[in-house]
């Protein structure tokens, strides 16, 4: 039989098999001599994935661990079983007599996939810092919340849904889950993650709407220094900056830009201050009190940003 078609089989459950693995002996890598009493097996499952570590147990310490590594080459080579077990602590059952359990099994962590087209194109894919609880308690994901890298430009994409969150009938308040003591920023901004931010901006691409007047779709976006703001609470308080000031409602499709620069244009507006938004923490908010205040039943958003490496055009920071 092909030794690269049997697998190698672990569990390190004393009482049933409920998370027992069984690895490709193609995707062995190494065996690594921990101590004295330790043995570890290194597969590689994907190509965007660190390994997958068996940390096994050895019964006698100083023993030559090559009598081990030997005997498991052989079983693979010359073994008439398509199903190794090396360590199965369910049935106490073990490849070599110098092995008497399955210390730990690792999960493999996923790395960013990094494309490159030519030599000129670069994507890096990463997810955006997670929003606060009160806004949301999930977390992102590359649909809701992604992080790319291109050509040296660093861009942060979020989806934003309104629907079901709830605003207060005074502006400048946190838009957030109701009655939620958790803070509702839609992310945190930080250089690691998201470069210099220099640049962005805020598409409509679902008109936000809520019963009868308690909601509108006069939509702002501000960045804080404090990332404790609870739903309801001031946004404009302490240091701020208000980065979509929008003077009316957001109309389907419509953008409104922000930057750094100087330009004295509404659109971009030229509202990240001296020093930019870095460590700063992103809430929305209405820009009215015209509002009684309730519940959004609708309101869809892309917020956009881009910021600039500091290490070179293909690390961020």
Same mark, same amino acid.
């Given at each position: 039989? =092909?030794?690269?078609?049997?697998?190698?089989?672990?569990?390190?459950?004393?009482? =049933?098999? =409920?998370?027992?693995?069984?690895?490709?002996?193609?995707?062995?890598?190494?065996?690594?001599?921990?101590?004295?009493?330790?043995?570890?097996? $290194?597969?590689?499952?994907?190509?965007?994935?660190?390994?997958?570590?068996?940390?096994?147990?050895?019964?006698?310490?100083?023993?030559?661990?090559?009598?081990?590594?030997?005997?498991?080459?052989?079983?693979?080579?010359?073994?008439?079983?398509?199903?190794?077990?090396?360590?199965?602590?369910?049935?106490?059952?073990?490849?070599?007599?110098? @092995?008497?359990?399955?210390?730990?099994?690792?999960?493999?962590?996923?790395?960013?996939?990094? @494309?490159?087209? *030519?030599?000129?194109?670069?994507?890096?894919?990463?997810?955006?810092?997670? #929003?606060?609880?009160?806004?949301?308690?999930?977390?992102?994901?590359?649909?809701?919340?992604?992080?790319?890298?291109?050509? *040296?430009?660093? %861009?942060?994409?979020?989806?934003?849904?309104?629907?079901?969150?709830?605003?207060? !009938?005074?502006?400048?308040?946190? &838009?957030?889950?109701?009655?939620?003591?958790? #803070?509702?920023?839609?992310?945190?901004?930080?250089?690691?993650?998201?470069? %210099?931010?220099?640049?962005?901006?805020?598409?409509?691409?679902?008109?936000?709407?809520?019963?009868?007047?308690?909601?509108?779709?006069?939509?702002?976006?501000?960045?804080?220094?404090?990332?404790?703001?609870?739903?309801?609470?001031?946004?404009?308080?302490?240091?701020?900056?208000?980065?979509?000031?929008?003077?009316?409602?957001?109309? $389907?499709?419509?953008?409104?830009?922000?930057?750094? /620069?100087?330009?004295?244009?509404?659109? #971009?507006?030229?509202?990240?201050?001296?020093?930019? %938004?870095?460590?700063?923490?992103?809430?929305?908010?209405? *820009?009215?009190?015209?509002?009684?205040?309730?519940?959004?039943?609708?309101?869809?958003?892309? %917020?956009?940003?881009?910021? !600039?490496?500091?290490?070179?055009?293909? =690390? &961020? /920071?």
């Amino acid at each position: 039989m =092909d030794a690269n078609k049997k697998y190698l089989y672990f569990n390190n459950d004393s009482s =049933d098999q =409920d998370n027992a693995r069984s690895f490709p002996v193609s995707s062995l890598v190494a065996i690594d001599i921990e101590s004295n009493t330790q043995i570890k097996l $290194l597969f590689k499952e994907a190509v965007q994935t660190d390994t997958t570590d068996v940390l096994l147990s050895r019964t006698t310490d100083g023993k030559d661990p090559r009598d081990f590594i030997e005997h498991l080459i052989n079983e693979i080579n010359f073994g008439k079983d398509a199903t190794i077990v090396v360590a199965d602590d369910s049935l106490e059952e073990y490849v070599h007599p110098d @092995i008497d359990a399955v210390d730990t099994i690792s999960g493999a962590d996923y790395f960013p996939a990094i @494309i490159k087209l *030519g030599s000129h194109v670069h994507v890096f894919e990463d997810t955006a810092t997670d #929003p606060g609880d009160g806004f949301d308690t999930g977390t992102y994901s590359v649909d809701t919340g992604s992080v790319g890298m291109i050509n *040296g430009e660093v %861009i942060t994409t979020l989806f934003i849904d309104l629907d079901g969150l709830t605003c207060a !009938a005074t502006g400048g308040k946190a &838009i957030g889950i109701d009655g939620s003591s958790n #803070p509702a920023y839609i992310t945190q901004i930080t250089t690691a993650k998201n470069g %210099i931010v220099y640049r962005g901006e805020m598409i409509c691409v679902e008109v936000g709407t809520g019963a009868g007047s308690e909601t509108t779709n006069q939509v702002d976006l501000v960045a804080n220094t404090s990332g404790t703001i609870q739903p309801g609470g001031n946004v404009l308080s302490g240091t701020n900056d208000l980065l979509v000031d929008q003077n009316g409602a957001f109309t $389907l499709g419509e953008v409104r830009n922000f930057d750094s /620069s100087v330009i004295a244009d509404d659109n #971009p507006s030229g509202t990240i201050p001296a020093g930019g %938004i870095q460590n700063r923490y992103l809430y929305l908010s209405l *820009g009215t009190s015209s509002q009684t205040g309730g519940d959004f039943t609708s309101g869809k958003y892309i %917020i956009r940003l881009y910021g !600039a490496p500091t290490v070179n055009l293909n =690390d &961020i /920071s």
